[in-house]
Every structure is written in structure tokens, then in C-alpha cells.
């Protein structure tokens, strides 16, 4: 049956004025590159028509968009395939306006012109049975009888909402030659929603990286579909495919939502057709570097150098467990291990160091992850004496460059007041310094939680004291120990930190900036407090937030002139909703999100129901690390698997780094550090330490260490 003519409508000039507008506030594609006015004052045609199945034998309604000019001239255009969601129909797309915004792009020359295609579904497109019928089916026999139908320049990109956001990467990606670009928006996802075979998170994760379409996803923060998506998004980001992610603040699965968003829809087809898409990263030559590992919850902290050569000379290693192509690879490389050495297959590799006590393997840089910790080298950390490491290989295949790891040495509580100010007082900066200060020194960004401001006449009380005698202060001359340590990052969410008056904490955020020190979770405002800082460096993109959940509220920043106090400075409060929209937000535009908070104090070595839920909390909304700060002795670690399919680190608190409290527990701590490999969390690196003198944090050594260790990650965590 031919096509039959439903309807036809044409925009006239004022309304494509006002569209035109509208889609300016829109953002629209502005991003894209300028393009030639087509020269042509016609307004494009929007059309309902019929078309008989060649899979369904049956006719099927879809509307298509045919650009300005294009019955008038000959030229070929490319194709866009839109499809709409459950309970929806042909006619979505144009509802929410996109064709409006394309109208309107085509006319400014920020889009190039298009025909789009926007398919009636009907009961097909929402059945999973994949046989003769299937939806995937007729729209390919779809997509084939519309390249006869209308002049199509070879380019095709197909996207979808929701359900047709299934379609579009079901059929996308099993035909990625086909599309120079898949668009999903707010689509669903669900690993156990359709066979594997047919499922477009499995397919995902079988791409070829070398050929691939332009890729998007997006979604609102209260979208029900997140959970798809952020697995689809965890897939591209392990295959290191590029791709668009989007959260929207405060979005949710619905039209309204859409709506409000079809500019930035636009942009990324527009982008799709009118720039080529990226080239694969190209093959470098480098090294290939290898590093012993244990299980996360192992006690053993380091490797001796000597012990390392006499496995390499072949002596036998009975606490080594090593894979079998782990072992092939060595002995390619000329290094026969000892004939009894234990060896397992690959993927009983992780249990195997799981289910034993005392074990360690050898593994390649690039296969670390989460649950296996990096050990040391004679106490250091092995990538700082690559000179002279018998496991780093030149190679055609490198799996690590120094330019692409990132170090963040995380630390906990530094009040540099009461006995730990007098006692700087007496043993020197220097010397407080000494214990870490070759440690701290080699991450690209050391932090420290500082509880103290800097106040005239410390450590006397003054009338601006808010805290009485509680109150805490540093000496402006104590603060030279920051810049022995070379502290990069402040965190300034502490419950004591405007303990001296605004006017302190202020002057203290001066002196902090006149350092070149950067500053999180406190400022001169709420909004200052609640920014995120952000760290560009060596190809990582890393979002930091940091906050107080306690308060007091004096100590808390807020911007609203009827509070109770006023419009005040200072920590910024874990407000739950902020973190709700925010931190999804920064995950989908930042590689890794970090959130440092001061939680609510208590005595324990293990995190209450409240501790765990807030901070897993933290963690499904898009954080890849949460540490507690303000805890006064280090608490357990939790290896937490969210519902993204990604291991989020949470360390509920590392304890004092420079603190006067005096027992057992108060008196050692940790600091983390992150290694993050090309955008990615590879690894954390454990420091525990104990504070001698109330000033001076060492490293532990010996029993000390084994026991402490022992202590927190066997007996009080469940790694």
C-alpha cells in the first residue's frame, strides 16, 4: 500500500521567531560547530504517513520530519531514528519539541538539516519475545524501506526514551557500522529483562573499541531507570569508550523532564553529523610494570626487596599465590618461578588470596582493582623506586605511564591546639614534621582535615570564643608545619573551626589562599561551602566535596538572612538533599566523585546503622569514595558493591593525624591513599600510623602495626 498523506504542517516565521528563542534559553546546540545557512525560506514539513512491514505483513503508522527545501531540491540528507517510550507514540518526540528545536537549529546553522524518522511502535515495541515479529526486526526492515522512500546521504543515528532508549542501543549496538551515533534518554536497562543475546547492557559489554558510533546517555536524578543506566555507564567507562553522560538535576522519567532537555538532544545529533567521530587511541611503546598485592583485608603491609629477588631467582615463596598466565607471562619474560610455587587458574585468583591468611601474588599495574591492595617495597610505595624494580619490562603493550596516576593521601583530625600546640611549642615543626613528611610529600595532593582556625593571641580565649572553653585555636606560626608537609588540600568541615569568631575563620581562609592551598567543605558562604572543588590532573577529572552532618549550627555556612544566626561563614552542612542532586551530577561529568564529612562522633571502631546507611547512601548517589574525617580513632573499611555495578571505598573514619588525645586508639590512624589510573579508581594504598608526643604521626612498625592492623581490618571490617 503506498504512503498516504495524514497530515502536513508548516511554522510560519513568528512562530519560528519565538522557537528560535525558546530554544536559545534552551542551551539548544550551540555547541555544535557553525554550520552554512542552508539559503533556503522555507520551513521544513512534519508528516504522518503509512508503511506496509515486511516483517508484520500489516501497515504501521510513523511520522517523519523532511528539512526546509527538501521537496524543492535534490540533495541527500541524513537520517535520525527516534524512538518514544512505553504508552507513547509516533508523535512524542514532536510533542516534547525537538522538532520545533531542530526547525529552529536548521535555520540558525547550528544544525545541519535531517530527515528524522519517529516510528508508531505499538504492542511490538514493548515485547521481549525475539523471534520472527520482534521490534528489533521491524524496525531494520523499517529503516531499509525509508532509504528507498526518501534521499538519505548514508548517515544514520538512531536514540530513544525510555523503552525506545532499549531499542536504540539494542539495535545500535549490534549494528554499530550502521549509526554514527546512539542517543539514550532515560533508558531502561535491566540485566535480567531480556536473554543476554538480546540484552543491550551484554552486548555492551562485548564492543570492539576500535569501531564504535558516538555514544550518550542521559538521565534526572529521580529517575527510576538509574540503575541501567549507571550499569551502561560503568561499561563504557571500563572499556574506555568516550561517551556523553548527563544527570539532570532534580529529573525525573517523564516528559517534563524530556522536555526541558530536547536543546541538548539536538546538539549531540547535530555533533554526530556534522564533526567526524574520535579516533581510536593510538599504540604506544612503554613499560610494563608489575606489582605484588594481597587481599584488601590481608595484614601484610609491605614486601622486603630481598625477599622479592630470591623469588625472581627462582627460591621457592610459600605465602606467593600467582596465576597461569600470570606465570606464562614471567617466564616470557625470562623469570622461572620455583616449581612448587602455588598456581591457580585466573579467575580463582582472588579467591584464593581471599580464602587464605598471609598470601600474595604477582600481578601486571593494570589488573589491579579495589579488593587487591598494593603492598610496599621495603616500607615504600614501589611506584616511587622504579629504578632498579626488577618487574618493570620495556614493552609494545605498556600498561603503566606516570603521567596518567593520580595520588590523593587522605588524612583525618589535625588540631594543631591544647597539648598538641604546646607540644610544637617544645619539639619544633620540623620535627612534627619529620615522621611523614617523605610519605606525604610524593602524592600529587595531600589533605588535611583542619579543626582549628588561626586566632590573635592563641591559645587565650577571647569574647569572639563561640564554644567557651571548648574552644579551639592555632597559632598563626604553626601553620609554617602545612608547608613542611607541601598540604595541598585543606578540608574545612570541621565542627570546631569558626570555635574563634567568623572574623578568625575568614582571616584563616586568606592565609590558606595566599598559600596556594586549595580549600574544601567550609568558605566565606553557604554557597562557597557547598562547591565542589575540582582537580584536573594527568587525564583524571576528580569532583570533591566535602561536609559537617552535626553542625554546631554556628559552625555551619548559611546564606539565608532569617536564620537564627544570620548569613554566617563556615562548614558546609550535609544537607541530604544537595548531596541527592549533587553528587549524581558530578559523577556523570567528573571521572571520580570524593566526599570527606565529619559524621557524628562516638568511641567505636566499627560504623552504627546510621553511619552505614548515610554513607552507602553516598555512594549510590555517585560517590566512588566516602571518608569520614572527623572520627578520633580509625574506624573499619567496607568495599561497598552499589547498585551501578561499581565497588564504592568507604573508610568510616582515619582517626587523628595531629591530635593531643592520649589512648590507644586516638593515638593511631590512617591515611588513604587513592591511585587513580586514566580517570580510573585502580587502587588504595593504606598508611597506619600512631602519633608520638601529641605531635609527631609515624609510620607503625613491627608487632604494633600487625596488631593494629589485624585490629581494624580482620577483626572490626568485613573485607
Known sequence: MGAIFVFCRRISMRHLFLLLFAYTLLGGASQAQPLQDTGCAESGELLRNLYTSNITRRDHLYTVYLPPCYVADDATYPVLLLLHGSNANDSQWARLGFIDALEAGIKAGSAPPMVVLMPHGGLEANNNNFDTFSYDRILLDFLAQMSERYRSSGAQAIGGISRGGFWAYQIGLRHADDFVAIGGHSPYFDRSHVAPAHNPLHIAEALDRETYPRLWLDRGTDDHAVTGIEAMRTIFQRAKLPHDYVVHPGGRHSEASWSRHVGAYLDFYARAFSEPALPPEPASSGVELWLPAVDFGEVMLSLGRAELAAILAGELEERLIISESARARLAGRGIQLHADTEIVKDLRLFNALWLSTGKFTLLPFDELHLRLRPLWLDDQPVVDQLAGYPLVFASESPNYDPEKLTRITLSGTTALTRHTLTALDAMGLQQAASGIQDYVRRADYFHITNEASIAPGCPQLNVAALAGQSSMCMKREHVALFNLLEVDVV???????????????????????????????????????????????????????????????????????????????????????????????????????????HFREFSGFEPNERHKNDYRAYAEWGADVVIGTAQHQPMSIELYPTSRGEIAYIHYGLGNLFFDQEVWGQRRFFMDTLYIYAGRLLAVEIFPGIIDGRARPRLLRGEDRFNFLHFVLVQKSSL
Do not use: M
Open 491 to 597: 578540608d574545612l568541615s570541621g565542627n570546631h573551626i569558626v570555635d574563634f569568631g567568623y572574623e578568625s575563620f575568614l582571616n584563616t581562609l586568606d592565609h590558606f589562599a595566599a598559600q596556594g592551598i586549595k580549600l574544601v567543605g567550609g568558605g566565606r558562604d553557604q554557597a562557597a561551602a557547598q562547591s565542589s572543588l575540582i582537580l584536573q590532573k594527568n587525564g583524571a577529572s576528580i569532583a570533591w566535596l566535602a561536609c559537617n552532618a552535626i553542625g554546631p549550627a554556628y559552625a555551619l555556612a548559611n546564606d539565608d538572612p532569617n536564620s537564627s544566626l544570620g548569613r554566617r561563614p563556615g562548614a558546609a552542612f550535609c544537607n541530604k538533599n544537595w548531596l541527592h542532586d549533587a553528587l549524581p551530577v558530578l559523577a556523570a561529568q567528573h571521572d571520580i566523585v570524593l566526599l570527606t564529612l
